[in-house]
């Protein structure tokens, strides 16, 4: 692979996107990422990119106007009687999405950053770009959901549309389906949307079934691959490979749009998956490869979801940004799964969490238990993925 020439875009005002102090919804985690990131020299000042904060004309591509109009005037420290009557009508005074003060400007910031991503790779002042603090993809056109007030992937995908005319694959590897997304472009035959993810029979939000493909122009262009509870790295890397290849080979798009939610992982409190970090080193690869097989390199990546904030999400979005660099450590990390993590950096965080840090970047298997009923599973995956696939060659 040829040098990424990749990008980070952050901005402190994204650490502002916080709910409650319960909420599992937990942005120290891009703290401690950016300084894992840092603390092995992977992350230098002149990649980071200060994004542009979006506005209203940028929301207003996915989202309905009264909808942007609630969340401003429930941002305020004390909203009005009438708007907090009416916050549960726009899904902004639920457990797992609750109103907060600056909640406009903090969400507006995360738009920002994926606009800048997006601008950053179409515009040519690179072929790669990461934006961690977006991925927010499960908001609607009118509703909040699932800890997203507004949709950073869908705007910029819509941007990207708008402004340079692109096909565009947007791929979701978080362990909850990537909902939001797949409405915005359901009809669109120029938007092609992948999830691979939690079968919703068990898991929010209770979509992403394979029957789901698209309506009018835009049929055929939704792929859905939902696995079954305690899916392992073999079965789900299998049908992650299969498919997504097979995705992108038809649908042929001119830039690639990920998601990286790293949520599927065992430790994680808020599925019901048994992956390990190999599957959040595998992946990205495949969608590196594919974006200079099809794309010229082209490629976006958000974060996402990833609700164990010490153990996974530190490990898992540094292997990313090390895969969009192409840099020398992540081909160590292959030869020795077990390469340790810096000493510094785990003596820093161990003195904040309760939890034992893993002292390496890939998990030790060695110490895992398997799933009892991993051949049934395997053979559930495998049937899923015969049928999303039916109509691909």
């Given at each position: 692979?040829?040098?990424a ?73 004390e ?16 457990e ?37 603090g ?62 691979i ?24 262009t ?73 794309c ?10 990833g ?28 030869e ?19 939890l ?35 109509d691909?060659?």
């Amino acid at each position: 692979m040829s040098s990424a020439n990749a990008l980070f875009v952050h901005h402190n005002d994204t650490l502002t996107y916080r709910f409650n102090d319960d909420h599992p919804f937990n942005q120290n985690r891009l703290k401690l990422t950016g300084d894992l990131l840092t603390q092995i020299g992977a992350l230098r000042q002149e990649q980071i990119v200060l994004p542009r904060t979006a506005a209203d004309e940028d929301l207003l591509h996915i989202h309905q106007p009264k909808y942007i109009e609630a969340v401003k005037a429930l941002s305020e420290a004390e909203p009005a009687a009438d708007w907090t009557r009416l916050a549960e009508l726009f899904g902004l005074n639920t457990e797992e999405t609750p109103y907060f003060a600056q909640m406009h400007e903090a969400a507006a910031a995360i738009v920002g950053g994926s606009l800048t991503a997006a601008d950053a790779v179409m515009s040519g002042r690179c072929l790669h770009a990461l934006h961690l603090g977006g991925g927010l993809h499960h908001a609607l056109s009118g509703r909040a959901a699932g800890f997203c007030i507004y949709n950073d992937a869908s705007i910029a995908i819509a941007h990207i549309r708008k402004r340079y005319g692109a096909r565009v694959l947007y791929i979701d590897t978080d362990v909850h389906h990537g909902d939001g997304v797949q409405w915005s472009f359901y009809t669109d035959p120029d938007v092609c949307t992948y999830s691979i993810h939690e079968t919703g029979k068990y898991l929010f939000p209770g979509t992403g079934f394979v029957h789901e493909r698209g309506e009018s122009d835009g049929y055929g262009t939704c792929f859905n691959i939902p696995l079954e509870p305690f899916t392992e790295d073999e079965s789900w890397m299998q049908c992650f490979r299969e498919t997504v290849v097979r995705v992108t080979s038809v649908f042929r798009p001119d830039v690639i749009v990920s998601q990286h939610g790293c949520d599927a992982h065992a430790y994680d409190p808020l599925s019901h998956q048994h992956c390990s970090m190999r599957i959040y080193a595998e992946m990205p690869a495949i969608i590196h490869e594919l974006a200079h097989r099809f794309c010229g390199g082209r490629w976006i990546a958000l974060g996402g979801g990833g609700y164990d904030i010490w153990r996974v999400v530190p490990r898992a979005w540094s292997l990313l940004w090390l895969e969009m660099n192409d840099d020398p450590l992540l081909r160590a990390i292959k030869e020795n799964p077990l390469t340790p993590l810096p000493r510094p950096w785990l003596e820093r965080w161990q003195q904040k969490t309760s939890l034992p840090l893993p002292a390496t970047w890939l998990d030790d298997l060695t110490e895992w238990e398997a799933i009892p009923r991993r051949t049934e599973i395997c053979n559930r995956n495998l049937r899923t993925i015969e049928i999303a696939m039916q109509d691909i060659p």
